[in-house]
C-alpha cells in the first residue's frame, strides 16, 4: 500500500514570512494529492488539492507543487498569518483502497 | 450540495462497554464512505473503508468492527472497549478518486 512521509513535524515562522512542508509518497499509481488543515478539536478541512497531471497549482496564498518523478509534493503558504497556525496533513490517494493515505502532520505556529 | 452527518461528538464510555458510532451522508449515493482514527496530537489512521452496501475492508486488526446497512450509512461498533480506543473518530465520505470530505468527528474517552 502508499506510503507518506511528511516533514517537518513543527514549524514555527513568524507573521509575514513563508512556510514550506514537505510530503515524500512511495505508490507511482498514486495520482490524487490533498492537503487538509486541522484546527484543535476540529475536523480535518480541504485546503488545496492537485492531480498527477498538474505540476503546480495555486489559491491565493497557499501553493502545492509535485514532482512526480521524484515522488515528493510540498505546500507554500505565502505572507503567513496568526490564522494559519494549526496541524497541516498532506495525503497520496492509494488507487487499490480507494482510499488515501495521510502523512503525520505539520505543527504550525505563526507568530505575531 | 452533499453533507456528513456523524453523531454523538462527545462520548466517555467504562472500559468493557459497547460502542456505537453513527454516520450519514445526504447528497449523493454510492459513496466511498471511511472511518479514520486520531490519537491526541497523532495523524490519521484508516479503520476501515466501503465501497458499497454490506462491503467492509478492514485496515488494521482490532476490536472494533464496521458496517454498512444502507447505502449511505456508515456505523463503527465494538463489543467491549479497551484503554487504547481513546481517540477522535472520523467518518469521511468521497466518490472515487475525488476529494474527500471528513464529518465533525467524535470525541471518545474510554476510562
Known amino acids: 500500500g502508499e506510503n507518506v512521509e511528511q516533514h517537518p513535524s513543527t514549524l514555527s515562522v513568524q507573521e509575514g514570512d513563508s512556510a514550506v512542508i514537505k510530503c515524500t509518497y512511495s505508490?507511482?499509481?498514486?495520482?490524487?494529492f490533498p492537503w487538509y488543515k486541522q484546527e484543535l478539536g476540529k475536523r480535518p478541512q480541504l485546503i488545496i488539492d492537485?492531480?498527477?497531471?498538474?505540476g503546480e497549482k495555486k489559491d491565493q496564498r497557499i501553493a502545492v507543487t509535485l514532482n512526480k518523478t521524484a515522488k515528493h509534493f510540498s505546500l507554500h503558504i505565502t505572507e503567513t498569518q496568526p490564522e494559519d497556525s494549526a496541524v497541516y496533513f498532506c495525503?497520496?490517494?492509494?488507487?487499490?483502497?480507494?482510499?488515501?493515505?495521510f502523512g503525520s502532520g505539520t505543527r504550525l505556529q505563526v507568530q505575531p | 450540495s452533499q453533507t456528513i452527518h456523524q453523531w454523538p461528538a462527545t462520548l466517555v464510555q467504562p472500559v468493557g462497554s459497547p460502542l456505537s458510532l453513527e454516520c450519514t451522508v445526504e447528497?449523493?449515493?454510492?459513496?466511498?464512505l471511511y472511518w479514520y482514527r486520531q490519537a491526541a496530537g497523532r495523524g490519521l489512521q484508516l479503520l476501515f473503508y466501503?465501497?458499497?452496501?454490506?462491503?467492509i475492508s478492514s485496515e488494521v486488526p482490532q476490536n472494533l468492527s464496521a458496517s454498512r446497512p444502507q447505502d449511505r450509512q456508515f456505523i463503527l461498533s465494538s463489543k467491549k472497549l479497551l484503554l487504547s480506543d481513546s481517540g477522535f473518530y472520523l467518518c469521511?465520505?468521497?466518490?472515487?478518486?475525488?476529494?474527500?470530505?471528513f464529518g465533525s468527528g467524535t470525541q471518545l474517552s474510554v476510562l
Open positions: 469521511a465520505w468521497r466518490r472515487d478518486n475525488e476529494k474527500l470530505f
Open positions: 505508490d507511482s499509481a498514486s495520482n490524487y
Open positions: 492537485i492531480r498527477s497531471n498538474v
Open positions: 495525503a497520496a490517494s492509494d488507487t487499490g483502497r480507494r482510499a488515501l493515505t
Open positions: 447528497g449523493t449515493s454510492n459513496p466511498n
Open positions: 466501503s465501497v458499497g452496501i454490506g462491503q
